[in-house]
């Protein structure tokens, strides 16, 4: 528990950082990677500031700086995009001709190097977004992990392509091509994750890729540029700096990028899309909005209950879109998990992301503690009232969890997606009401449903797989293990990704056909021997 001034006590004083938690020295980046080169910055920057505060001698709380980045224009960002196209050279360049195995050997490669790096990345995810320090190294683990299961997923696919295939008197080798230049840009909850969930599959179908950094979560991939520099051929991966609002359109409006890969907003999806001259050859792999429910019936496990939504709607603040934005709660059970959730709210570690055992830390987004506030006032305002002891304290960066109840339509939390430490409850007598709120909803990523009784979750399921595109039982809602399908209905997503469906999504079918005539069959057999085709080949990857 801790109300405001309880929570200012948490940030340290200003010269009182702990000796073996302070941050890392400031890291001013003065280069940006295009067409294989580091170019030097000289022109005007962002600064980059910690969420995390320090307590100053006039009792103010300042943000720690943590360095810079360049801020660039237009300019750069057609120097970036003109990189990549050279690099694709409309599908002759190096990188998109090269052998699968080729470009498995490079991104092998690049991975080595990142996990030299480690260190130097943990400590700008746990600075620069305030992600607790177990979080951030899980963060890092399991993106190494994502590469090597994606290296394998690809490894499968492209043996099963080695073959022929012949059908009436056709003889066919299909394979899975590159696109060509895609757009990459991640979010800032999981800087590094999400933003290599699009740009590694990307790369290995053969794509050319310009890449914009979150705007949080930006330097921390400066001391991955030399690794993208060396394992890749010059232009295959670019890299862009600046206000999204600036450079991204762009990009976009030359009508040269051939895929936007963007894990944020609907409307800013919305909005970049109608950018594009030519919309018809812009495909999109997007991750969006989401308001994901649980559904909590009579008959759950109330404990079960109470565990899997205080993961799921505060994990990491309740940063994630796989978070649980709304607890629809059946009316008879209503209290007694309102009173257990709040007493297991009550025992959550507030601090510093740097403490062991963290759960509730700053939060990186400029204002949002405000924006917290301004939603549950709103709900106030309208009749509900916040259940949990000092919920909704905030000091500087520090939002202290609100649970709010009861939310019903009109108050903003009913469909506004929080994004944030904010738990909207709404109670329900019959089910249809509860089927009634994920049905009308503009999102459709994933629910969970708490119960015990077969014959209510057959009925809900049935449903709910036509509205969302995962359904939890009796756990929250989550991305992973990362080969189940990742993705969602309505404004929630567009394309999928798993580990195998992303690289589907980053490529095309493409196929070689012949007649089967004995003089074709030689032709196919002195390619093969001869190796003249990178494309037409029946070696096996290891």
Known sequence: MANSDALRQLFPKDGELPADHRPPPPLHQRAYLVNGE???????VDSVRSPVCVRTADGRLEQIELGSVPSGAEQEAEEALEAAVAAYDDGRGLWPTMTVAERIGCLQDFTNQMISRRQEVVDLIVWEIGKPKADSEKEFDRTVDYIRATITALKDLDNSNSRFTIVEGTIGQIRRTPLGVVLCMGPYNYPLN????????????????VFKPPRFGALLFYPLIEAFQSAFPKGVVNMVYGRGS?????LLDTGKVNVLALIGSSKVADHLKKLHPKVNRLRAILGLDAKNA??????ADV????????IGTLTFNGQRCTALKMLIVH??????????FSEEVGKLKV??????????????????TNHMTALVEDAKAKGARVVNKDGGSVAGTLFYPAVVYPIEEGMKLYREEQFGPVVPVMPFEELEMALEYVTTSEHGQQVSIFSSNPDQVGRLVDPLVNQVCRVNIN????????VFPFTGRKDSAEGTLSVTDALRSFSIRSMIATKETPANKDLLDAIITEQTSNFINTRFIF
């Open 38 to 44: 580091l170019k030097a910055w000289d022109g005007p």
């Open 194 to 209: 999400e933003t290599f969930a699009t740009l590694i599959p990307a790369l290995l179908m053969g794509n050319t890729v």
């Open 246 to 250: 600036v450079v991204v359109p762009r």
């Open 294 to 299: 649980a559904i909590i019936l009579p008959d």
């Open 303 to 310: 404990e079960l209950a109470v565990k899997e939504c205080l």
């Open 331 to 340: 009316r008879s059970i209503v209290e007694p998990f309102l009173r257990r």
């Open 351 to 368: 601090g510093m992301p740097w403490e062991k055992g963290v759960n509730i830390t700053p939060l990186p987004e400029a204002g949002k």
């Open 475 to 482: 756990c929250q809602c989550q991305r992973g293990p990362d």
